[in-house]
């Protein structure tokens, strides 16, 4: 993966950083039910843009630099996320066989197995959430909570829902919006906010953040819709034009390239602006931003 610029440390230093932590939360394969093990593994340990850490990190250099517990959110929020992608791509859902350059978990393993591997990583992201941060109780309720809900019914899961309830229809663009802002955004936006909840940030501070979380999750998302137009299977580790196939809704189907483009650089401005309002160092959220919404994969 490209990192946001190659001369912006410390995110190479944070991937790898994040890659060894991420790496003793999961159980080795040999440990038994070992062939659930080796599909969790498999899927989470795949790399991958590693955005959402990369946030968490970002963003806790920002309201505290010595804060601690980061490792605990940036993996709840990365487990979270690698659950969501193994199910996405089940038959039952987008029915995918490429993710990250290589074989689905259903593919590589079979589906019950990847169905489990999903639900048993969703767990662990709560287990580690919970038995990590090492803060009061009612700032871990807090984090707890607030990432049930972003994956839930209110988030992801239900964006995911509403996503495959609208194939095939035309949509406006504002609904189109919403369901990206709940599928997609809602866990970036957790990925921002975490941190500022963990240091007792201001009403100010958190709003601001969540605006930029909003900006920049959306932002993430046309730019995937424009890459699905736009890019190929190389560098994707996916296979480009699946939406169109699935007569999806999407920001270039909807209003076009062009226009989808110019909406992307409209919300980096939007972010850009937020962070302007915050106190601190804020070049690393500035940089992930311009990374999200211009990448080539």
């Known amino acids: 993966m490209k990192t946001p ?3 912006d440390e410390p995110f190479a230093a944070w991937q790898r950083h994040f890659e060894t932590v991420l790496d003793q ?9 070992s062939r659930l093990h080796q599909a969790m593994r498999y899927s989470a340990l795949s790399g991958g843009k590693r955005i959402r850490p990369l946030l968490v990190y970002a963003s806790g250099q920002l309201v505290n630099p010595g804060l601690g517990s980061l490792d605990a959110i940036a993996c709840a929020v990365e487990l979270i996320h690698a659950y ?13 066989d490429l993710r990250r350059g290589r074989a689905t978990c259903h593919l590589a393993f079979d589906e019950a197995t990847a169905i489990l591997a999903g639900d048993a990583l969703q ?28 994956c839930g019914s209110s988030g992801m899961a239900g964006g995911q829902m509403m996503d495959l309830q609208v194939t095939g229809r035309s949509l406006d663009i504002a609904v189109l919006e919403h369901i990206h802002e709940l599928k997609t955004g809602a866990l970036i936006r957790y990925a921002v906010l975490a941190p500022g909840y963990l240091a007792g940030s201001d009403s100010a501070t958190l709003d601001a953040l969540a605006h930029y979380g909003r900006c920049v999750g959306l932002g993430f998302q046309i730019r995937d819709d424009i890459l699905d137009v736009i ?38 401005d939007e972010a850009l602006e937020c962070l302007g309002r915050i106190k601190g160092d804020t070049r690393s959220l500035a940089s992930l931003a311009e990374h999200m919404v211009s990448r080539d994969c």
């Not at 996405?88 to 859902?93: G, K």
Request: aromatic residues 2%.
């Open 231 to 268: 890019g190929d299977s190389a560098s994707l580790g996916k296979n480009p034009h699946a939406d169109a196939e699935r007569d999806k809704p999407t920001f270039p189907a909807l209003i076009g390239l062009d226009a989808s483009h110019k909406r992307a650089g409209m919300l980096l």
């Open 123 to 150: 767990a662990l992201a709560f287990r580690i959430l919970a038995g990590n941060v090492q803060t009061l109780p009612r700032i871990t309720i807090r984090l707890v909570s607030e990432l049930a809900q972003a």
């Open 5 to 7: 610029s190659e001369a």
């Open 84 to 96: 969501s992608l193994i199910h996405d791509d089940l038959p039952a859902m987008d029915d995918d």
């Open 25 to 33: 939360h999961l159980l080795p394969e040999t440990c038994e039910p």
